[in-house]
């Protein structure tokens, strides 16, 4: 597609749910980004994939995190047993390049509140 | 590990004013690339500089990567309401942290018409 598509928008998920959050990235690009950005800070790295490989996992706040990408394309992030410290937004990227070399293209996010 | 701050954390401006960000790594950077979020979107990409000393320009945007390589600016001269959101930089180390792109808390910029 022409950008990278974020689903949900918005997620509400009771204490304790499991949620998974979905991530479309550019057609052709390799790298795939997953960053949570807490309100009124700057996005903070979470993981990172090269095709299918993760290549990267050391931004993942607990073993509740866990992201895919099984086939270098799509990819979802899940977080099992959610708690109100959970509430943010996910973004997701992709760039062309691998690492930092190229700029990010950022999805929409989804914006996660967990009550 | 390696931290990337950004001052001022707001500013506020009169339409025409110029505007400066300021942008410190603790780290040596491999490159620096900055971004702009409008108030309820996304980060959108705007230039990387990858040279010491690197000078680029956009319209009425200036970026500047410094010599060592551990810091940068923004500047936009005479500024609009167009201008409004918040100014991120990112900084990344390709022999360090794996090269994953580290951002700073951003600058606010509010723009009085």
């Known amino acids: 597609g022409a950008g990278v598509s974020q689903s949900p928008r918005y997620k509400v998920a009771k204490r304790g749910q499991d949620v998974a959050l979905r991530c479309d990235p550019i057609?052709?690009?390799?790298?795939l980004f997953w960053y949570q950005q807490a309100l009124g800070q700057g996005p903070e790295f979470l993981t990172y994939f090269q095709n299918e490989a993760q290549l990267d996992k050391s931004g993942l706040p607990s073993d509740r995190f866990f992201a895919e990408r099984p086939e270098g394309s799509v990819s979802t992030l899940k977080i099992q047993r959610t708690q109100q410290e959970d509430s943010a937004v996910y973004l997701c990227a992709s760039s062309f390049g691998v690492r930092g070399n190229y700029g990010y293209t950022f999805g929409s996010g989804t914006r996660l509140t967990v009550v | 590990g390696q931290q990337v701050m950004q001052i001022p954390q707001y500013q506020h401006v009169q339409e025409g004013e110029d505007f400066t960000t300021y942008c410190n790594s603790s780290?040596?950077?491999?490159?620096i690339q900055w971004y702009k979020q409008r108030p309820g979107g996304h980060p959108v990409f705007l230039i990387q500089l990858v040279k010491s000393g690197e000078v680029k320009k956009q319209k009425r945007l200036t970026f500047q990567f410094g010599e060592a390589k551990k810091n940068s600016s923004l500047h936009i001269t005479a500024t609009q309401t167009t201008d409004v959101g918040t100014y991120f930089c990112a900084g990344s180390n390709y022999g360090g942290s794996q090269g994953n792109l580290i951002f700073g808390k951003g600058t606010k910029l509010s723009v009085k018409p």
């Open positions: 057609s052709g690009h390799v790298s």
């Open positions: 780290t040596t950077l491999s490159n």
